[in-house]
C-alpha cells in the first residue's frame, strides 16, 4: 500500500509543479483498484476498463436511474460477469495463492455441484469489486477536501499522525459514501414510532441519520476528534467486510500525503455526478499556486 501510495503521489506531485492537478483522478480513483486488484490478481491492463464499468454499474442501485443510465447498467453488468466468468475458469486452469483460487478451493470442498460452487465464486469476486472502487475513492478525495477546507485540523494531523485514523472516521460520519442502506423487514416490524409490515423494504438514509443532532453534538461541524461511531459500513451481520482495507487506504494515504513537503490548496470546489445513493466526486482540483 505505501509502495503504491509513493507511486501515485510521486506524479500527481510532478503534474501539480506545472499547473493544477486532479487529485481525483489521478491518486483516488487509482489507489483502490491498485489495492483491490493486485490483491485479487487482476491484470494491471484492466483496471481502467473495471473502473468504468463499475462506474456504470452503479446506476441500478440509484433512486431515480433513467432509461439510458438503466441501459448503461445493464451492459456494465453483463460485461463485468463475463469479465469474471473467464477469470473464475483461468484460476480453474491455474490456481495460485490469491483469494479467487482460494473461494474456488472453499467452494468447491462446500458445493459438490461445480457449476453452483463457481457460481457462489463469482458473486463474491464481482460484488468486492463494485464494493470497493468507488466508495473508496470517495473517503480519499474527501479526506483531502475536508482537510484543505480546515487548515487548522489540517495542521493538528500534520504534527501528531496518531490522529489520522480518527480523522478518517470523522470523514466517513460527515460525508459518508453510501447514503442508503436497504433491507426488507422478514416479520412485522416497530421501528420507533413506525410499524413496518412484513415484506416492507425500508431505506436507511446514513446521511440523515449522521447528521442528527439527537445523536451527534453540533452535527454539521467536521470534527477529526469527535471519535463517533456511525453507520458508513453499514451494520450487524453484512457489516462491510472491506472496511479495514479502505481505513488503510485512507490512513495510508494521508499519513504520506502530509509527511510530505508539498502545501497544495483547493483551486476549485470538487465536481459531483449527479447521484443520491452513491456520493461520486469526479474530480478535485488541487493547486500549489
Ligand atoms: C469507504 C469504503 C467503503 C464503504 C463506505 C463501504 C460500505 C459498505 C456498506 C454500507 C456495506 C453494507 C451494505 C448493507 O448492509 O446492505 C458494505 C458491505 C460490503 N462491503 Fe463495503 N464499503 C467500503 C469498502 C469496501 C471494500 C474496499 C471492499 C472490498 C475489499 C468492500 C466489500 C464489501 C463486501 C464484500 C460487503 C458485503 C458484506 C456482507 O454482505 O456480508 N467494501 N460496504
Redesign the pocket.
Known amino acids: 500500500m505505501e509502495r503504491a501510495v509513493d507511486r501515485l503521489l510521486a506524479d500527481f506531485t510532478d503534474q501539480l509543479r506545472h499547473g493544477p492537478a486532479d487529485f481525483h483522478t489521478l491518486v483516488s480513483e487509482e489507489l ?1 483498484i491498485i ?2 486488484g493486485e ?1 485479487m490478481g487482476i491484470p494491471a491492463t484492466d483496471y481502467g476498463l473495471l473502473r468504468t464499468l463499475t462506474h456504470d454499474q452503479v446506476f441500478a442501485q440509484e433512486l431515480f436511474p433513467t432509461p439510458s443510465q438503466l441501459a448503461l447498467s445493464d451492459s456494465a453488468t453483463t460485461q463485468l460477469r463475463a469479465y469474471f466468468a473467464d477469470l473464475i475458469r483461468a484460476r480453474r486452469k491455474e490456481p495460485g495463492s490469491d483469494p479467487v483460487s482460494a473461494w474456488i478451493r472453499t467452494w468447491d470442498a462446500l458445493e459438490p455441484d461445480r457449476h453452483r460452487a463457481d457460481q457462489a465464486v463469482h458473486a ?1 469476486a464481482l ?2 469489486i463494485l ?3 468507488e ?2 475513492s ?2 480519499l478525495s474527501t479526506s483531502v477536501r475536508l482537510l484543505l477546507e480546515h487548515p487548522e485540523h489540517l495542521e493538528a494531523l500534520r504534527r501528531d499522525p496518531e490522529l489520522i485514523p480518527d480523522a478518517v472516521d470523522e470523514v ?1 460520519r460527515y460525508d ?3 447514503h442508503m ?3 426488507v423487514a422478514s416479520t412485522e416490524t416497530r421501528l420507533g414510532d413506525t410499524l413496518v409490515p412484513a415484506g416492507q423494504m425500508v431505506q436507511l438514509m ?1 446521511g440523515a441519520a449522521h447528521h442528527d443532532p439527537a445523536r451527534y453534538p453540533d452535527p454539521h461541524r467536521f470534527s477529526p476528534r469527535r471519535g463517533a461511531s456511525h ?13 479495514a ?3 488503510l ?2 490512513v495510508t494515504l494521508l499519513t504520506a500525503l502530509l509527511g510530505r513537503s508539498i502545501r497544495p490548496r483547493l483551486s476549485g470546489p470538487p465536481r459531483w455526478a449527479p447521484r443520491v445513493a452513491f456520493r461520486r466526486i469526479t474530480s478535485l482540483q488541487l493547486t500549489l499556486t
Open positions: 483502490p489495492a483491490i490483491w463474491i460484488f468486492m464494493a470497493a472502487l466508495t473508496t470517495h473517503v466517513l459518508a459514501p453510501i442502506i436497504s433491507r446514513v453507520l458508513a459500513f453499514g451494520a450487524g451481520i453484512h457489516y462491510c467486510a472491506g472496511n482495507l479502505a481505513r487506504e485512507a
